[in-house]
């Protein structure tokens, strides 16, 4: 049914930190390597050594610039997936009851058995969060990791996401955000966490960290080289004409 | 968003087939218009043939078509799943009511199943604008007007195609199924201008800003992408018309679908006469199916303001 439930007796999502993300990519490609096999299976990729490849992928790492008021930019390293959202309409939209989310635990997730492939989820996602897989025909989104977060064939502290275990400098935790006393609660209590597109009232389980901000102050910048005034003698004036086409600015 | 083929084709047929279902079982239900002879049994197999062209289109665009049965199970809070079991739903009485006129049997009943196809052909309408007018991700979409657009449009091509019929039965000339077309493509041109009046003015309430929670450090601009072609994300929801093209195909939706028809349809009921009305069509199908193809191009999705879009 694609009902929502009534409340999630757990809200189990990711705290991701920006302000230690180094955009490595290690989770992507971790979470495509267990999913490509796992719940999700397969997430086919299309000339993906080619010229022109595409492919499902559950998890996009973008670089975005900010530039203060006051000039100076900064580079943020920005993982986006699903955020498990409490009410998503990608899961009211589902004409077939396909798409769904857990009331034990709140995980969204796709039966690949019942969906049909009308990709009206990706529609209703502000986050672009689900991906359609051309090969299987269904749509595929991120699962938590469902097939590992309670598998008891895995060593304890392999039983959290692929891309958490995967990361290297510890931006990504998980756990149940509807405790407030979890790791997870604190942290994003004490960082101030914050929803994407809070606006939209979607009500995102994941939260991301902001980036410190930087208390050191930039240096200024150097003053650029002088470049040789135009006029003055001839000889003077073929090298500022030489300077100026060497350094691209024109003759 | 991506205009995909299917899905113009699936809205505009079906349309076109709900609008002449509506008009031919409103006039079967009051005992007017094109009655039970072979321009009315042509009338009603054309707009049962174009609704069923529409839905069978629609079933191109699944990844799985074979399942497209179990769209019907989740009515009580998906408008696709709600469009699926009153499109089956419209069937019931429409099929009747052909096969009453088919074998001259159940005269008494024709009044009673001509108006719940009626009823029917706008329910169905209704809910397949509802499938985009309740996104809340495209703003272009997440109107009041957009309902009242389709049901304007259904109507109006609809009265378009059932006119020659009309022209063609037993009470000659073309009569109040024309008048009819001419009020609903006047309604729906008039709600068609507003609509785009409405989007030019509407800048769109999320940012760039907004989406990544950036915004207390300052403005937001892609630098690296996630990936080097575009995902299926892009492609889908990243489609975009340029806006010149655009409003050169926004005047040719202003003329081939309700100036020159409009002009044609009054100029038949002028003369008295049904040739006017056959020109109309091939204008009308091709202004409606340029119209579906913007709204689609027209939309713009939240989810891009990941991908450098600043507002959405």
Not at chain 1, 73 to 86: A, D, I, Q
Not at chain 2, 142 to 152: M, Q, T
Not at chain 2, 191 to 209: H, Q, S, V
């Amino acid at each position: 049914m694609t009902a929502l439930p009534e409340g999630t007796g757990r809200k189990l999502g990711l705290v991701i930190d920006l302000d230690i993300c180094v955009g490595c990519q290690a989770c992507a490609t971790s979470c495509k390597e267990w999913n490509t096999g796992g719940y999700s299976a397969p997430l086919s990729d299309h000339d993906p050594y080619g010229a022109d490849p595409s492919g499902a992928w559950l998890n996009r790492i973008h670089s975005y610039e900010v530039t203060g008021p006051a000039g100076g930019g900064r580079t943020v390293h920005f993982p986006r997936s699903c955020l498990h959202c409490e009410e998503p309409d990608c899961v009211t939209v589902c004409p077939t009851g396909a798409s769904y989310k857990r009331a034990e635990d709140g995980i969204v997730l796709v039966n690949p058995d019942t969906c049909i492939g009308c990709k009206l989820c990706s529609w209703a996602c502000p986050y672009g969060a689900r991906e359609y897989d051309h090969d299987d025909g269904v749509m595929k989104k991120c699962t938590l990791c469902v097939d590992r977060i309670y598998n008891e064939t895995l060593a304890e502290e392999d039983r959290v996401p692929a891309c958490v275990r995967a990361c290297p400098t510890g931006a990504r935790a998980f756990g149940d955000l509807g405790d407030p006393d979890s790791a997870v609660s604190r942290q994003v209590a004490d960082r101030g966490g914050f929803d994407l597109l809070a606006e939209f009232g979607y009500k995102p389980v994941n939260k991301y960290l902001p980036p410190r901000i930087n208390t050191v102050a930039a240096e200024p910048a150097p003053a650029p080289e002088p470049v040789a005034a135009p006029g003055g003698s001839t000889v003077e004036g073929f090298f500022a004409w030489v300077d100026r086409a060497l350094s691209g600015r024109g003759g | 968003m991506h205009p995909a083929y299917s899905v113009i084709l699936f809205t505009t047929a079906s349309g076109a087939g709900y609008g002449m279902l509506f008009w031919l079982g409103l006039a079967a239900a009051l005992g007017a218009g094109p009655g039970p002879g072979w321009t009315g049994i042509a009338a009603l197999t054309l707009a049962l043939a174009l609704v069923t062209l529409g839905l069978l289109s629609s079933t191109f665009h699944l990844g799985h078509p074979e399942r497209a049965w179990r769209a019907l199970s989740q009515w009580r809070t998906s408008w696709l799943s709600r469009e699926g079991v009153l499109a089956v739903a419209t069937y019931l009485p429409a099929g009747l009511w052909w096969l009453a006129w088919v074998t001259g049997l159940w005269a008494g009943a024709v009044p009673l199943l001509a108006g719940l196809a009626a009823l029917g052909a706008v329910a169905t309408v209704w809910s397949t604008a509802m499938i985009y007018a309740s996104l809340r991700t495209v703003r272009q979409w997440h109107r009041g007007d957009v309902g009242p657009v389709y049901l304007a449009l259904a109507a109006a091509t609809g009265a378009l195609g059932l006119a020659p019929f009309a022209a063609a039965g037993p009470a000659a000339g073309p009569g109040w199924v024309a008048l009819a077309g001419l009020a609903a493509l006047a309604v729906a041109a008039a709600l068609k201008w507003r609509y785009w009046a409405g989007i030019d003015a509407d800048p769109g309430r999320f940012t760039a800003e907004q989406a990544t929670g950036l915004g207390a450090l300052g403005r937001v601009r892609p630098l690296d992408p996630p990936h080097t072609q575009p995902n299926f994300v892009m492609r889908e929801m990243g489609y975009s018309v340029a806006r010149r093209h655009a409003l050169t195909l926004r005047r040719g939706v202003m003329l081939g679908l309700f100036a020159l028809p409009g002009a044609l349809v009054a100029l038949a009921l002028a003369l008295g006469a049904a040739w006017p009305l056959i020109p109309a069509l091939p204008l009308a199908a091709a202004g409606v199916l340029t119209e579906r193809w913007l709204f689609f191009a027209e939309a713009e999705h939240v989810s891009q303001l990941y991908y450098g879009r600043a507002r959405a």
